[in-house]
């Protein structure tokens, strides 16, 4: 028993030190893509990405989950870098990141559950597309210009060899990463066959990676005015960063739940989140969040503890610091052949076979929130995604809104209500009356129903005019304690009755009373 312990502990061990060397080699190109996306130096990107994912991995809310330079802080502080320059940039994501600390403090991660399944499936989607995309930006010579015919066949090769050997070998065996042999493999044969294909030293000095690192506050802030409008200039990069950063994080932290049957903490995400972004900034990163395509490739290596994200982002600071030389030679095609595949394995296939089975609103969502993941980025197509699917959660649940009808032996009439209501179903909610023909007492029982919002009060007010006006009385039955509570507080803005129920503790009518001074 105990030596076979020892053997799940040093396959376990094994599997996470590998798994982050395939990712930390992964977080090389990407970085430095981010990185000139940004409009920052690649050293500027691959610092981030060491940076982030050492403090997440420590202090993050989801093991296994990879954090770093990611292309939506990219292209949201692109246009501050642009026009103020890379100074404003640090200061930027040092307030990002104190917005964050702020929502995990607060606990609002929480707010993440709010977002639908359909909106899921097409954040998924639509970032395995945006992986697969980026990857052809890199199909270039040495010098940047387009491949020529003989460079295009030596990326396609080495792009089919790295996919090939990624598919084929978990079939075989699982005791080593897939991707890292695919790497390795294609490089070596890149190295003999195709010598004069690009690679990662071609994109970045990994020599002078050092230079520079762990510049000081007051180094890079120095010549930036810290007045109101700078701040102004800061604030909405800030708030952005902030906000694509939370999400893309709690979103990947949602979907590693799923895949891993685990559950991570969104408000400890946010918090580290945070405090990865403020050191980054002070130190003169770029800044960033969870990654979803190099978070895939950890789980599907075999990971799922911290170890293999601490590993790989240890690993990423030696390659900077001692074995630039080396990882400079692995050819960019093997990469993005990487990609390639984790865009596959991302896409989530089986939302295809579901279209006929599921609401007609889930697929639009699906599709949109796609769509505007490619287009536009992560934020928008979330809060999009979001939008529609409470609008026709509303829309649905405001036709649901029904009234049994029926007079009892002591001629009071009776209205018992089912569905919810609130200010999508009022208006359906007040055709169900007749004032003019009813009888003088009225009851409407909310037992199947609930009160849930203002315009829901101000609807049984406009019932209730209508029944005095017509000299009549209404009645309130089965309301729960909260709703009783919500109509106490509106005042002047709800006067009715509001039946005893023993269910519900309500003690505030006489009803029972009163039909005791009839029979008398």
């Known amino acids: 028993m105990t030596y076979s ?206 230079d520079g690192l762990f510049s000081p506050f007051f180094v890079l802030f120095d010549g930036i005015p810290f007045t109101t409008e700078s701040l102004w200039i800061i604030f909405p990069f800030a708030l952005k960063v902030a906000g694509v950063g939370l999400i893309e994080s709690l979103l990947t932290l949602t979907l590693v739940d799923e895949i891993t049957d685990t559950r991570g903490s969104g408000n400890r995400e946010s918090m580290a989140q945070g405090i990865a972004n403020l050191a980054t900034g002070f130190f003169g990163g770029m800044g960033g969040c969870a990654m979803i395509g190099q978070t895939m490739i950890n789980l599907n290596s075999g990971a799922r503890a911290r170890l293999s994200s601490f590993v790989a982002a240890v690993f990423l600071l030696s390659f900077m610091l001692v074995l630039g030389e080396l990882i400079a030679i692995v050819p960019i095609a093997v990469l993005v052949g990487v990609m390639f595949m984790v865009a596959i394995a991302t896409f989530e296939w089986g939302s295809l076979r579901v279209w006929n089975k599921v609401p007609r609103t889930d697929v639009i969502v699906i599709i949109v929130v796609s769509g505007i993941t490619v287009i536009e980025d992560l934020a928008v197509a979330v809060l999009v995604g979001v939008v529609i699917s409470a609008l026709a959660f509303a829309w649905e649940n405001a036709l649901r809104i029904r009234a049994r009808k029926y007079i009892d032996e002591h001629g009071v009439k009776h209205y018992e209500i089912y569905g919810p209501l609130f200010f999508a179903s009022t208006t359906t909610f007040l055709t169900k009356f007749d004032p003019k023909n009813d009888p003088n007492s009225v009851i409407i029982d909310f037992e199947e129903s609930k009160v849930m919002d203002q315009s829901a009060i101000e609807a049984i007010n406009k019932v209730a005019d209508k029944y005095t006006q017509e000299g009549k009385t209404i009645h309130l039955r089965h309301l729960s304690k909260d709703c009783v509570n919500m109509i106490k507080r509106a005042g002047e803005i709800c006067e009715v009755n509001v039946l005893e129920d023993p269910d519900y503790f309500v003690a505030i009518n006489d009803y029972e009373r009163d039909l005791k001074t009839q029979k008398a």
């Open 5 to 210: 312990f020892i053997n799940r502990q040093q396959g376990f061990v094994k599997d996470e030190i590998l798994s982050g060397l395939t990712v930390a080699i992964a977080l090389v190109p990407e970085a430095i893509a981010f990185a000139i996306i940004a409009g920052v130096d690649a050293k500027i990107g691959l610092f981030s990405a060491f940076l982030m994912g050492i403090i997440t991995s420590l202090l993050g809310g989801r093991p296994g989950m990879i954090t770093g330079a990611t292309g939506a802080v990219a292209v949201v502080v692109a246009p501050l870098v642009a026009e103020h320059g890379v100074t404003y940039l640090f200061p930027a994501i040092m307030f990002a990141g104190v917005l964050q600390m702020a929502v995990g403090a607060l606990k609002l991660g929480k707010f993440i559950r709010m977002v639908p399944h359909s909106v899921m499936l097409g954040f998924v989607n639509g970032l395995a597309i945006v992986i697969f995309m980026a990857q052809f930006s890199q199909f270039t010579m040495k010098d940047g210009t387009e491949l020529t015919q003989r460079g295009m066949i030596a990326f396609l090769v080495l792009i089919g060899i790295t996919m090939l050997i990624m598919f084929l070998l978990p079939k075989l065996t699982k005791a080593v990463p897939s991707a890292l042999v695919g790497i390795v493999v294609a490089t070596v044969l890149a190295m003999f066959v195709f010598p004069d294909t690009i690679t990662i030293g071609d994109k970045a000095d990994m020599s002078t990676m050092a």
